[in-house]
């Protein structure tokens, strides 16, 4: 009976020492018939502590520099922040929408399922307007086709990336051929950074943008567009009004076989966004150029939030 208690408490313990959770060919129940170079199974306790402390703290280090590169990066309507690390940016670094983008989920009139192409039109053409912003260089571009891009504002003469680039978003949108006593705004006396600092001023939130329609698909694609913001900060000598300000438009945009914009038209008309901006009563020059300084977040627009 001893023989036997002590055989099965031998075999216990073989079992015990053979069961290793990182190493499957120890728990494989042969091992008390194998022949093992120093008597016994081996054991691994202290290897495997070490093993856990040390791929706990890499875990947790490359959790924390891994979420604040997407902290910097990763927005869920503009996919080309993924792909940031090489990308020289205009202000330094790549920019965040966390405010703009408050400001479009509280006010978006159409929800779009994920993967429609409403919602895949949307996000290409605040890609497109974050590239235009807050990049220097047109190679780094993702969402044009830098050779053959032209942009069409209202039927005017198209503009080359380069020109629209050199530009800015504001005063490529924003240019006119009216009589200069009904100029609301002179993009050919704006620079690119007066330009969105003028804009940035007045909407702090940012200038949000959604799709209302969808009418084609590739690679013509034609849609409705709303653009919004809230008055409330000083504009060209305009006290804020606090309200929205507004205006509907509609786009064609030419797509490549990479779905690379090639042509973009834009029709709308600036009156529905001025007569907004400039209904806020006179302010002195003084508080408008105090007021208008105002560059600490580097918001972007007009279409891309």
Avoid at 26 to 49: A, C, E, H, M, Q
Avoid at 203 to 220: C, H, I, M, N, Q
Avoid at 266 to 271: A, E, K, L
Wanted: with cysteine.
């Amino acid at each position: 009976m001893a023989s036997s208690a002590d055989a099965l408490a031998g075999g216990i313990s073989s079992l015990r020492l053979g069961a290793d959770k990182y190493r499957s060919l120890l728990n494989d129940g042969k091992s008390g018939n194998i022949r093992w170079r120093y008597g016994g199974p081996p054991i691994f306790d202290t290897v495997n502590k070490l093993f856990e402390e040390e791929r706990t703290h890499g875990q947790t280090s490359l959790t924390l520099s891994t979420s604040k590169a997407n902290m910097a990066t990763r927005d869920k309507y503009r996919f080309i922040l993924e792909d940031s690390g090489q990308i020289k940016w205009r202000y330094g670094h790549p920019p965040a929408f966390e405010a703009v983008n408050k400001l479009f989920e509280e006010g978006q009139t159409k929800v779009w399922p994920e993967g429609s192409l409403e919602e895949t039109v949307q996000n290409a053409i605040k890609s497109w307007e974050m590239e235009l912003s807050h990049k220097i260089h047109l190679q780094d571009f993702k969402t044009i086709n830098p050779d053959k891009f032209k942009l069409f504002v209202n039927g005017r003469e198209g503009l080359s990336a380069e020109e629209t680039l050199r530009l800015g978003s504001y005063n490529a949108l924003l240019k006119n051929s009216l009589p200069e006593e009904f100029q609301y705004y002179k993009p050919e006396e704006e620079s690119f950074e007066s330009s969105h600092d003028a804009f940035r001023s007045a909407l702090p939130r940012g200038f949000a943008w959604e799709t209302l329609s969808v009418y084609s698909g590739p690679p013509v694609i034609a849609f409705k567009f709303r653009h919004w913001g809230y008055f409330e900060g000083n504009f060209k000598g305009h006290a804020p009004t606090g309200e929205m300000v507004q205006f509907l438009g509609l786009g064609v945009l030419k797509v490549d076989e990479l779905l690379r914009a090639e042509e973009i038209e834009i029709y709308y008309d600036p009156g529905e966004l001025f007569g907004g901006l400039l209904k806020g009563p006179p302010v002195s020059e003084t508080k408008t150029t105090d007021s208008g300084d105002n560059t600490a977040e580097k918001h972007s627009c007009p279409f891309a939030h």
